[in-house]
């Protein structure tokens, strides 16, 4: 009986120390583009499948989606789809996502933060999407990708992202 009342006297200061020591949107956001940034300026994580004409990096526990093609690649993770879209009219040093993305949502951006290196453009944004959800895009020149995200996985979904985005290969390089 004894240890039943220790157990739940324990258990709210446990998840209240949980809490407490979860990283917030803006640590998260923060150290994410930190990370963005090295990964856009390192080599790319070798291509680990094909879809049409387009090889890219997929990471472990993603899964592709039969109906992607070369411009449309639908990946997902524990049920969030991340939406790949790749223009292939537009270089590796395109602002054209960028450019759009100031002009149709430039009053919600959250954190936004632009990379430029060796004739390539990107950049990460975050925009709120609903009270603990955020819309991640990464983008470099012609390729952005896209996904709603927990506000607990900003950081996670930023790293993923931005290295699925480095390594698309389209023939360019």
């Known amino acids: 009986m004894k240890f039943n009342r220790v157990r739940i006297a324990i258990i709210p200061i446990f998840v209240i120390m ?3 020591c979860s990283a917030s949107a803006e640590e998260q956001t923060g150290d ?7 990964i ?8 680990n499948e094909q879809i049409d004409s387009i090889e890219l990096f997929v990471p472990r ?3 592709v989606l039969e109906d992607s093609d070369d411009t449309n690649i639908i990946l997902e993770k524990n049920e969030h789809s991340y ?4 223009n292939p009219n537009e270089d ?7 450019d759009l993305l100031q002009v149709e949502q430039k009053n919600d951006i959250y954190a936004l933060e632009t990379f430029e290196q060796n004739n390539r ?6 925009l709120p999407s609903s009270k603990e959800q955020f819309e991640i895009v990464a983008s470099i ?9 927990d506000e607990a996985n900003i950081y996670t979904n930023i790293e993923q992202m931005m290295k699925i985005v480095r390594s698309v290969n389209r023939g360019e390089n």
């Not at 856009?40 to 291509?47: D, I, N």
């Not at 939406?83 to 790749?86: G, R, S, T």
């Not at 590796?92 to 960028?98: E, G, T």
């Not at 020149?141 to 995200?149: A, D, F």
């Open 141 to 149: 020149g012609g390729v952005k990708l896209t996904v709603i995200s």
């Open 83 to 86: 939406v790949l879209f790749i």
């Open 121 to 126: 453009f990107g950049f990460i944004a975050i």
């Open 61 to 63: 526990g993603f899964s």
């Open 32 to 38: 994410g583009i930190k990370l963005a940034k090295t």
């Open 40 to 47: 856009f300026e390192e080599e790319p994580v070798k291509a």
């Open 92 to 98: 590796s040093d395109s602002h054209l996502f960028y």
């Open 18 to 20: 949980l809490t407490a």
